[in-house]
């Protein structure tokens, strides 16, 4: 089980990358993040499939297909550009304590499904998180506005970091459900499948936006930004290795371990490692109102997981 454990630590200490790299890339759109990620994940899962790619190519049937792509858009790309958005309106800690309410918001969204939990015993753990998320967000105006900045910038990034959240929560639960009705696939094939797919598809909006805005993107104006695209292929090339290929796997090994109620905790380790590697970059100690969210926001996840989790009573 500590193996377990430690695969999940190491799996949140690669995921928390992704809340960094927009801070260190900030000559660069969100789109671009997005779609430099996704390129190289792609490239990445290219050659990992390589093998076995005609068998499996031919198996995917058009619903295979339609999945893969929604999947890839909402759970990457769509996802990614909204969260690097929300790190450059608002900052690190508002959009990675936002989105740290994962476990949560996909136990509501499939509250329907076959096992949930009724949503009267998720009531304290909601209220808990929901303050977390109020503390968070009183913090992240109160700054902003003594810092001069604009309250419709605050405001676009704490909405950035909701859609994010949105997102990966419709993906989890749409990915969910699909493999468990189309058994035809592995988890380790159709999460390569995944990772291809988005690929292909960051190669095609890569593509239309390039020659929509190439003055934008490799003129004059953008390169007195300061672009530096060695840097923003390594980083990019770094997260898609670490986060998405070593992360995925790690997690693989993490899920394997541990029991769910754990595993969903471990989740966890991704928000915190954010707000790490956010607090170094900053230079300084979280304020009051963001110590009281991260508090509050562990206390009501962990509570959700394991209320979730614990099977109930049986009838005399």
Not at 211 to 223: C, E, N, R
Request: glycine share 10%.
């Amino acid at each position: 089980m500590w193996q377990g454990v430690t695969c999940g630590l190491l799996a949140g200490a690669l995921w928390g990358m992704v809340f960094i790299v927009p801070e260190l890339l900030t000559a660069f759109t969100p789109l671009e993040l997005a779609v430099g990620r996704y390129l190289a994940y792609g490239a990445m899962a290219l050659a990992l499939l390589l093998p076995k790619l005609g068998g499996l190519a031919t198996r995917l049937d058009r619903a295979d297909l339609q999945a893969l792509l929604r999947q890839a858009l909402s759970g990457n790309i769509v996802y990614y550009m909204l969260l690097a958005l929300g790190v450059r309106l608002a900052g690190v800690a508002p959009t990675s304590l936002i989105i740290g309410v994962l476990p949560i918001s996909v136990t509501l969204m499939g509250r329907k499904d076959h096992g949930a939990v009724p949503l009267r015993q998720l009531a304290l753990p909601l209220l808990i998180v929901g303050a977390g998320i109020a503390c968070v967000n009183v913090d992240t105006f109160l700054h902003a506005q003594a810092a001069g900045r604009p309250l419709w910038q605050t405001l676009a990034g704490v909405l950035a970091a909701a859609g994010a959240l949105a997102c990966w929560t419709w993906y989890a639960v749409d990915n969910a459900r699909y493999l468990k009705r189309n058994p035809h696939f592995s988890s380790g094939e159709w999460s390569a499948l995944y990772g291809l797919t988005s690929g292909l598809l960051a190669l095609v909006i890569g593509a239309l936006a390039l020659a929509l805005w190439h003055d934008d993107v490799t003129g004059a104006g953008a390169i007195a930004t300061g672009r530096d695209w060695g840097k923003f292929w390594l980083f990019n090339g770094l997260l898609a290795l670490g986060a998405s290929v070593i992360g995925n796997q790690l997690w693989n090994v993490a899920s394997r371990r541990v029991p769910v109620t754990l595993s969903g905790q471990l989740i966890l380790f991704e928000t915190l490692f954010a707000l790490l590697y956010g607090f170094v970059w900053r230079a300084q100690w979280p304020r009051p109102l963001e110590m009281a969210a991260i508090a509050l926001l562990v206390l009501g996840v962990t509570w959700s997981v394991r209320v979730h989790a614990t099977p109930p009573p049986h009838p005399a």
